[in-house]
């Protein structure tokens, strides 16, 4: 039952303000405002709504500066996808047109109508928070690095095609080294076989290949520019060079603070204890899972926001399991990451990988499927705060102990 004083806000988020709306329990609306994105109106935010004694607060997003000042005032504050609210837009009479004020309604009715089905946002330790941070940042750097890369390949292929497939990566060391003192087929044309082997000993190059085979590679490409243009694009190409070691630079500089801060972690043990789990992605699965034990009281919990979990449809006598697209994707990503590269480190792992190969099963689909069955193990683990142990664990100790065939 609500109590006559029962009240619902929603906001709708933005960059430079916020539009707040606060429904009464029959879904009439009893005050609008909007605020600055700045300290100052989002103190005043607060006090609005803890005016209104609001029971909760709906909004599009689970994080920064808004929700977090939400949190520290003790609100309820419940998220709802952006892409369920587009798709509310209907059930209020609203085109598909983007408006502030109604989606703000929108997520106060929400709230009001179907909040009982929804699950309230619990806060994470400000260490997981941090390390979260860190973890995204750093995915988003590799990402950065990966565009980078290719628009230098793409930039190569025109003006010095040689140098794209002469080594296994282009933003290795050794190709990085050669792009930064060759960087244009008119500069790397004073390069002769024994010049080529010279420069690869200076390097301390590692590969396999000759110098005298390397250049044969290079020679044989097809011509890259020269002539007047050759200077200004081999500028180009040092822009490029230049980026990508800024962005590798970084990249580690995370890499060190993200395994600083999972050694200090109380949950980091649980998550480096996992096969092959390294430290990016156990940091990646525990700033991803969170500490907040409440958030999932299930494994099914768990899968299910990880997209572990298949999504079942069932109309009449037609019952359809597909794939799970509305999850929270970093999450996915991280439990795919870790368990795809289990199965090469335990055998639990890789019996339940290749019976769903065996199975007919393509390679993201069986991927899928152990990271369901690590969601059991992880979650287990988590809740108990234990690390994993394979020597406890059952079902990998029947495959250990079984007599062979």
Known sequence: MHSPTTTYAGIDWASRSHVICVIDQGGAVIERDEVEHDAAGLRRLVRRLTAKRVSGVAIERPDGPVVDALLGAGLTVVVIASRHVKALRTRYGLTGNKDDHADAYVLADVLRTDGHRLRPLLPDTPATVALRASVRARKDLVRARVRIVQQLSAHLERVFPGAVDLF?????????????????AERAAWLGPRRFEAWLIGQRYPGRRTGAELH?????????????????????????????????EQIGVLETRIAEQLALHPDGTIFTSLPRSGTVRAAALLAEIGD?????????????LAGAAPSTRQSGQHRAVTFRWACDKKLRDALLDFAEDSRFANEWAADIYRRAIERGKRHPHAGRILARAWVDVIWRCWQDRVPYDPAKHRALQRLVLAPAA
């Not at 044969?216 to 190409?237: I, W």
């Open 168 to 184: 296994a990566d282009l933003d290795s060391p050794i190709a990085q080294a050669l792009l930064t003192r060759f960087p244009s």
């Open 216 to 248: 044969a590679r290079l020679v044989a490409a097809p011509a890259g520019v020269t002539g007047p243009e050759a200077d200004p694009l081999a500028a180009v190409t040092l822009g490029y060079v230049r980026a990508i070691a800024a962005v590798r």
């Open 292 to 304: 907040c034990r409440e958030r999932f009281p299930t494994p099914e919990a768990l899968a299910c």
